[in-house]
């Protein structure tokens, strides 16, 4: 594998909105994530990547953009997010954003103009489709319920939205569309923006004569993914797009891929791939229902081991996956991942290293380094979310009642992760000042930063410790470019993994499991790299007994 500049960094997720808010109007601010800038340097965090802030309505949180060129005025002006990139630049940090290019706002002045001549230029924007038959053109469900086809008014043509209507798909197709695209992805380029995390990517390539597929709820309608799985060619749209643009800036791309072959790893990541990294979703699928949240699986520690391992070994030699265990489309990972008795601050540390050791590019989102946790809603109101509230009233047709519609949310909710970030005790958690847009979970009393970050045994200090065993001159290479072998498979609710590089071997064992597990180690002698439970050497001979919750990264000694 080629060496990049980002092999080595450490990436952290802002969700803005509920970062750190400065002007007390209970939405983050760009001035937050300034004033942040030293709390994360000091956790380690290489790159930033911050969800959208650009002009938006707001309708699914921003990322249904109206204008590509401007920020929006909640999160701040131009001139503070060149200030964000020169403070970030002194500190050696990287700012990336997200690029929303499947889809804009149906406020963005394309849409608009393609609306008020539906046979314009502009309308080759987009998808203006002729029905069939006095029906939409196609049967699919689109990723937020309801037909993707919207009827556009006085005419008999509806446009296609893969997301919520008020987020119309750009058409690829169209040579001027890409042209328009790749300039705008460019310009921030030239800003001095260290790269992408690009969504929903895979939905660009179309089969364009939408054929409709079996039913497959009772909705009448059938999930647009079949039509995009079936789809060929995305490599050349992405292909064309790197040269256009990333490519000639060195920068750094992460891309949010569901639904790829497997034979096609190379193609996206590999050393002349689509993107540099990709997210591995492989544990989140495991949870997707049949028909939405209301039938989602909880997670099952065997399948969830296996499905990591596997993304893990298939990437090895081939490029690095992006690793996480929550981001804003989920709910914590500590409540999906950590059963019940291991929810505490030794499961919350195990977890945490489990997924920062692995092969790849560790990504945290904001508040996992506290361990923050589900927030308990008391009705739908208290949600603000456009998929929750679609995810809600389909469970409630489904014939769940209230209550059980609403913990299927607290479960599943992408609010989960979006409540507001926990600083300290104060009020608000030290958010804002004003009145949050989104409810403040109330344990931010025993969960915060501020009494974490003085406490030499808290979850914060231990990610600090974690990264920078990462980065380590000593360790660093094996756990950026050695091989991962998976290790005590046949042990029951063991997770374990060796890094392996040249002659330095490293073993992380965790027992996610109630009660103590034995593992024999390798004679060789040893030493202890990190532990949850302060555990500073190895018993005598070769039996580790690992309790309940534990985790420790060992060195093998040459
Ligand atoms: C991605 C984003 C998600 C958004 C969707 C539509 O999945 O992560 O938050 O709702 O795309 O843009
Ligand atoms: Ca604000």
Redesign the pocket.
Known sequence: MKKQWWHNKIAYQIYPKSFNDTNGDGIGDIRGIIEKLDYLKELGIDIIWI?PIYKSPFV??G??ISDYYSIAKAFGTMEEFEELLAKAKKRNMYIVMDL?I??CSNEHEWFQKALSEPDGEYAGYFYFEKGKNGNPPSNYRS?FGGSVWEPIEGTDKYYLHS?AKE?PDLNWNNPKLKKELFKMINWWLDKGLAGFRI??IMNIKKNLDFPDYQVDGNDGLTSITKMIEESSGIGDMLQEMKHETFEKYDAFTVA?VFNMREDEVEDFIGDDGHFSTMFDFSAHSLTFGEHGWYDSKPIEFNSWRSAIFESQTRCQGIGFLANIIE???EPRGICRYLPEYALNDAGVKMLGTTSVLLRGIPFIYQGQEIGMRNCHMQNIEEYNDI?TKNQYYSALKAGLSNEEALDVCYVNS?DNARTPMQWSMEKNAGFSEGNPWLKVNPNYLQINVEAQINDENSILKYYQKLISLRKSEEYGEVFIYGDFCPAYLDKDKVYAFYRKLNDKKILVAANFGQDDVALELEKENKEVLLSNMGRKSLPFGTTLTLKSCEVVVVLYLK
């Open positions: 969800s699914d949180q990322y249904d929303v499947n889809h990723y997301f987020q969504d929903a949010e981001n804003h489309d998929d992408r």
